[in-house]
């Protein structure tokens, strides 16, 4: 019944470490989204992805990297973890369009503890 | 500047009453949208509302309604009888350059406002 799932919720790690985060919606959407929220619950776009095309990347190091096997899939990677990278990652989905199918829908979270 | 500003960081409403969290919005574009989202403590992002700016009406969801003045450039959202489950972070969002179909812009947040509601 889940229409966007992530796994893991919780992951702590240590800095330097390299670690991924799937995501995965039934919803049959053809767009994808990671979204940071910060320690302040400020969220902010991090990439999208439509039909396997990355679409827009904002200025995030080039240390994460996002990667879509398919349009119902879309991983982060993130390479040598730093203490700054702790914070709460979301995936969101969407089908484009105009109007209010352009909804993103949410994932519960990915809560990512940099030690 | 911001894009979207929330102005009340924290608000207490007592049960029953009425909420109105403010929004408004900066943007050249003509054809947007604007969302509102609640994220209780347990965390998840729960889709409430959405507003297309060529809307003539208002848009409604249950209790939920979004006052949308677009010569002000506010969309703020109204909470009618309020309960104590609607204890919860709000954002409101805003999606710009709806109208080409094409493009997969992520929302703009806002900071967010913290609703407490009391018994």
């Known amino acids: 019944d889940t229409a966007v799932s992530q796994t893991p919720k919780y992951l702590v790690t240590q800095m330097g470490n390299d670690k991924s985060i799937k995501c995965e919606q039934n919803?049959?959407?053809?767009?994808m989204y990671w979204y940071k929220q910060d320690s302040k619950k400020f969220l902010k776009i991090m990439f999208s992805?439509?039909?396997?095309?990355?679409?827009i990347n904002e200025t995030v190091p080039n240390r994460f990297s996002p990667k879509s096997p398919d349009k119902a899939h879309l991983n982060l990677h993130i390479n040598s973890l730093e203490l700054g990278d702790s914070a709460v990652y979301f995936c969101?989905?969407?089908?484009?369009?105009?109007?209010?199918?352009?909804?993103?829908?949410f994932g519960p979270g990915t809560r990512l503890t940099v030690l | 500047a911001q894009k979207i500003t929330q102005t009340q960081p924290g608000m207490f409403v007592q049960e029953k009453e009425a909420v109105t969290l403010d929004c408004t919005y900066d943007?050249?574009?003509?054809?947007?949208?604007l969302f509102w989202y609640k994220q209780p403590s347990s965390g998840e992002m729960i889709f409430l509302i959405y507003?297309?700016?060529?809307?003539?009406q208002n848009a409604t969801e249950g209790r939920y309604s979004l006052n949308f003045q677009k010569a002000r450039k506010s969309a703020n959202l109204v909470i009618s009888a309020s309960q104590l489950g609607d204890s919860a972070m709000y954002f409101c969002?805003?999606?710009?350059?709806?109208?080409?179909?094409?493009?997969?812009?992520?929302?703009?947040f806002g900071k967010g406002t913290h609703l407490i509601i009391q018994p």
């Open positions: 969101a989905s969407s089908l484009l369009g105009s109007g209010r199918t352009d909804t993103q829908y």
């Open positions: 919803l049959g959407h053809d767009t």
């Open positions: 992805y439509n039909n396997k095309e990355l679409i």
């Open positions: 943007t050249s574009d003509q054809s947007y949208g």
């Open positions: 507003q297309g700016s060529y809307d003539e």
């Open positions: 969002a805003m999606r710009e350059s709806q109208d080409s179909g094409g493009g997969a812009d992520g929302l703009t």
